[in-house]
């Protein structure tokens, strides 16, 4: 029997980015989709305290079963492992997002919550993500190298604690895979104010994001820009261990 | 001049961890707040895009201005500065939150959202977090530790990409400060399911977290059940670099 695969996103069980994975990864795995009922980008690891959450199936046949969720795509996981699979998943799949998870924005990335708590789960998980935000962007180009990389990993495994975040160029054609680090960068002007027709204002979160290195080929954002999908291991351990050991001489007198 | 250090938090503007947070730093530095209008808990590094976000001032006076925020802990960070701080703020901190960020978890704080921001905007920032969820609890034991290390933080700095994540615990005496690192564990029956009244069912988010490592005292949420103040160092760059230098191998011939 195939092995079973856990698949949710940030842009909602509609999307083109998630049928194109459904159809991607159909010759590899039975599909299980938990997934959001409408956008929820930016969504990080967010998840739902104060309001009930809800369930329902959309589809189910050939061996990939679709359920809508009103929750966050955290919520998307955590639901599928308390009531929807009947058996552990081999993999935890977030994706294909519409727009590109790189550099450190990865952290607001609701593609990168799905794997994070897949990854929580000790489950392997892979997000994966096209640099085009065009709701009719073709997804074709991708297959191949989504089925590759499953299968590695359906394959291999990944180390305990660690995930993969996988990008694509919006282009056509890739020069290469390339194994990334995330880059840095910084937003600026994130908040356009407006006037309220009934007064007073508001404002519209936007902003332009600078990129803080423009040369290492190994930064996730420039290896994009260069044409090549970025392939970025992630660890759910957030640890900087440099600094414990320099923090421990600091504050060694105080225990 | 005394120095700027810009607050948020999760729990809302008008929380008692926020108002201790600010009666401790007051003799330190001039503050401004700029926080959510309700508790925003779990919302992690989650950002507003599909709605406006509105902010106003609560209160200003004697170097501490007050702003209401209608969006998450990192809208509010990223609005103080788009359009409220005239100035760099030397510090950037969130907290003291209404429960602990330890272990994994820390992965779904909006207190560290708040961090990460500061973070990532190159301020040295720094989370506190008390391990009660006690709406009254008592917040005096921890104002000499947040004095202790802010003051190090505004004369130090702390090196770029990396924050502080600080759990007090709820013990009123503490054996002293243990740097940590990030705990592993895992939440168990994470859903509980209940009819509904008209039909159908629903679910709350709730479940069991169980510590996947009871020994290692340098584990935080650890070092906090012996009774230690928790300092873990967290880097934003996310990257596993030891499986990068693995899978470069494996991929290299795609290049």
Redesign the interface.
Known sequence: MKPLILISNDDGYQSGGLQSLIEALRPLARLVVVAPDK?R??????????V????WLVADNDDVAVWGCS??P??CV??A???VLTEQPAMVIGGINHGDNSA?N???SGTM?VV?EGC???IPSVAFSLDSHDPFADFTPLVPWIQKITS?VLERG??K??CLNVNFPATPTY????????A?G??K???E??DHPRG?D????T?KFELGELSDA?ADRVALNEG?IA??????????????TE??K??SA??
Chains 1, 2 share one sequence.
């Open positions: 956008g980008s930016g969504m990080a690891c967010a998840c739902t305290f104060s009930p959450v809800y369930k929750g966050t955290v919520d955590k639901l492992f308390a009531d450190v990865a952290h607001y919550g994070y929580m789960k000790g590695y990944l180390p604690g660690t020069k290469g895979l390339r194994v990334c680090r995330m840095w910084q937003w002007n994130e908040f104010r407006r007073g508001y404002y519209w979160l902003g190994d090549y392939v970025t291991p992630f660890r759910l351990d957030a640890t900087d261990y440099a600094l414990k923090l421990e600091v504050f105080h225990e």
